[in-house]
């Protein structure tokens, strides 16, 4: 199985709205990511969690919290989030920390609206 | 990282025609490079790899080439299919070093049939 889960696959928020995306991966990997990616953009680092600690903070805004409750799952809290912060909020993983040289398999996404 | 994926932005080829899609990168310390394609609507989908201690790597239809003297990925495709038809991507890293994955603007590939 090597498949990166994300839920929801879309999500429309207000600016005063908290939300939350899931990712879950079930191939024992210990590194996870979440990227942010604009229309016509590759995607961007946002967050690096390695054996469940974060180990890198792209100076991502507050208004986006980053949870790893397990080597499984990783959350993304979402609150009083900007028009300019929709975009696909894609989540990936790798066996250990891709600076290992280990492939990121990634997940489908979840496209974000932020009304 | 701004760097890394110089490049055609869109690419038109026949079916059936070989494509060949350019990366540059300016990170010399950069020695595990991979190609990603994303097709509307998903995540990217890893395709090859290619650590900077080979030249060429090849693997199903697909091909990748490393040339480190210009600093210089090449992906290329055989029998290009309307199937292969998404953006791709290169991507590069430091082993061993940060765990922060730079991708390139990406190229367009649009088959025709």
């Known amino acids: 199985d090597t498949e990166v889960t994300q839920t929801p696959k879309h999500l429309v928020m207000g600016m005063t709205n908290k939300k939350s995306l899931k990712c879950e991966q079930h191939m024992g990997h210990r590194a996870m990511y979440w990227y942010k990616q604009k229309a016509k953009k590759p995607p961007e680092l946002m967050f690096v969690y390695s054996y469940e600690k974060l180990s890198i903070n792209e100076s991502v805004p507050s208004r986006f919290s980053p949870e790893c409750p397990n080597s499984s799952l990783l959350n993304l809290h979402l609150h009083a989030l900007q028009p300019e912060d929709s975009a696909l909020y894609l989540c990936?993983?790798?066996?250990?920390?891709?600076?290992?040289?280990?492939?990121?398999?990634f997940g489908p996404g979840t496209r974000l609206t932020v009304t | 990282g701004e760097n890394v994926g110089l490049h055609l932005p869109t690419l038109s080829v026949q079916e059936g025609d070989n494509s060949i899609i350019n990366c540059a990168y300016s990170n010399s310390a950069s020695d595990y490079f991979i190609w990603y394609k994303q097709e509307s609507g998903k995540g990217p989908q890893f395709i090859i790899d290619?650590?900077?201690?080979?030249d060429k790597r090849q693997g199903q239809r697909v091909t990748v080439l490393l040339n480190k003297t210009v600093k210089h990925l090449s992906l290329q495709i055989a029998a290009t299919q309307p199937g292969d038809s998404a953006v791709y991507f290169c991507?590069?890293?430091?082993?061993?070093?940060?765990?922060?994955?730079?991708f390139g603007k990406g190229t367009k590939l649009t088959v025709n049939p």
């Open positions: 991507a590069e890293i430091v082993q061993g070093g940060s765990e922060k994955l730079v």
């Open positions: 990936a993983s790798s066996r250990f920390s891709s600076g290992r040289g280990y492939e990121q398999y």
């Open positions: 290619i650590r900077s201690n080979m």
